[in-house]
């Protein structure tokens, strides 16, 4: 059994930096893992519970950033495309 609470470190360190967006689900997913390893090997579970909580809703954040931001711009450039190569046929 570890001694320190190094999991639980972790967890949050993870789960804070999944808020970007670029890197948000595989850091929110990290977070996640270490944090369940930090409630069950650490001694003290605060940390661990908090990375966990935090790296959930990180990837809640990084979906909906992904849904309503970046899905739109998607759709976008592919009809803009879709536009340009109909007036590149006349």
Do not use: H, T
């Amino acid at each position: 059994m570890d001694s320190d609470n190094s999991n639980g470190a972790y967890a949050l360190a993870f789960g804070l930096v999944g808020f970007i967006p670029m890197f948000g689900i595989v850091f929110g997913i990290l977070s996640i893992v270490k944090g369940v390893a930090g409630i069950n090997r650490d001694e003290s579970r605060k940390l661990s519970i908090a990375g966990l909580v935090i790296g959930i809703i990180s990837i809640v954040f990084n979906v909906i950033f992904f849904i309503f931001v970046i899905l739109p711009w998607l759709l976008v450039g592919l009809l803009f495309w879709v536009c340009c190569l109909q007036f590149a046929e006349v």
